[in-house]
């Protein structure tokens, strides 16, 4: 199962924000893409929301979302030790080379708590095969945290989505409710722009970027 990529999303939504272009790239190049959505999105959407992330991330072709149902905006009152487990579970359970979560300095608590989770989770360890380990980046969260040397999002890896930008925009649609007008940045004008700020960074169309927190040739 080397082909297997995690995507380890806080919040229903992010995980297409942050990567839904290149997840759409890797599931053409043959990889199975499993989503995993750790919190529960606003309770006034509640009702809808797990059938809305099924129907956004099956239009991507990531057949299978898991659901770990914590509280939305509360990941600070579970211990990080719970959050591990979990997460190491599902190391187990799927075997990525890949996985894209959170970056560390994001705006939003959840999505702090949920790097250190995965970073520690994913931990070298001798008689294991090493996984890619990158943060995306969440309009509205990353490019809204403190601008310091410690918490800004510092791209260096990019990804040509120009011919999956618009898979991406179509699916975030199912997303309808968490979207806001423009210019806010979480709006689909707002990530469109950014696709082609990121892809202007290196000569394509649109792009996304990421940071590489540990990638290892072997």
Same mark, same amino acid.
């Given at each position: 199962?080397?082909?297997?990529?995690?995507?380890?999303?806080?919040?229903?939504?992010?995980? /297409?924000?942050?990567?839904?272009?290149? /997840?759409?790239?890797?599931?053409?190049?043959?990889?199975?893409?499993?989503?995993?959505?750790?919190?529960?999105?606003?309770?006034?959407?509640?009702?809808?929301?797990?059938?809305?992330?099924?129907?956004?991330?099956?239009?991507?072709?990531?057949?299978?979302?898991?659901? &770990?149902?914590?509280?939305?905006?509360?990941?600070?009152?579970?211990?990080?030790?719970?959050?591990?487990?979990?997460?190491?579970? /599902? &190391?187990?359970?799927?075997?990525?080379?890949?996985?894209?979560?959170?970056?560390?300095?994001?705006?939003?608590?959840?999505?702090?708590?949920?790097?250190?989770?995965?970073?520690?989770?994913?931990?070298?360890?001798?008689?294991?095969?090493? @996984?890619? &380990? &990158?943060?995306?980046?969440?309009?509205?969260?990353?490019?809204?945290?403190?601008?310091?040397?410690?918490?800004?999002?510092?791209?260096?890896?990019?990804?040509?989505?120009?011919?999956?930008?618009?898979?991406?925009?179509?699916?975030?649609?199912?997303?309808?409710?968490?979207?806001?007008?423009?210019?806010?940045?979480?709006?689909?004008?707002?990530?469109?722009?950014?696709?082609?700020?990121?892809?202007?960074?290196?000569?394509?169309?649109?792009?996304?970027?990421?940071?590489? @927190?540990?990638?290892?040739?072997?």
């Amino acid at each position: 199962m080397d082909k297997s990529v995690l995507i380890i999303a806080a919040h229903p939504d992010d995980e /297409l924000l942050g990567s839904g272009g290149t /997840l759409k790239k890797l599931i053409n190049h043959g990889y199975k893409v499993i989503t995993v959505i750790v919190a529960k999105g606003r309770k006034e959407e509640e009702h809808d929301m797990t059938r809305n992330i099924e129907r956004a991330n099956k239009h991507l072709g990531i057949e299978e979302v898991v659901f &770990l149902e914590y509280p939305n905006l509360l990941l600070e009152t579970i211990p990080l030790h719970v959050l591990n487990k979990e997460i190491e579970a /599902l &190391l187990v359970k799927y075997e990525p080379s890949i996985i894209f979560t959170h970056h560390y300095g994001d705006i939003n608590l959840d999505h702090q708590i949920l790097f250190q989770a995965v970073l520690t989770a994913t931990r070298p360890l001798p008689q294991k095969n090493p @996984i890619e &380990l &990158l943060c995306f980046e969440t309009v509205s969260s990353s490019e809204w945290s403190q601008q310091s040397d410690d918490k800004i999002f510092k791209p260096n890896y990019y990804v040509d989505i120009t011919d999956t930008i618009d898979a991406k925009i179509e699916s975030l649609r199912f997303y309808d409710v968490e979207m806001r007008p423009f210019p806010h940045p979480r709006s689909y004008e707002g990530v469109r722009y950014l696709a082609r700020v990121r892809g202007m960074t290196v000569g394509v169309e649109f792009a996304e970027s990421f940071e590489i @927190i540990r990638r290892v040739w072997k």
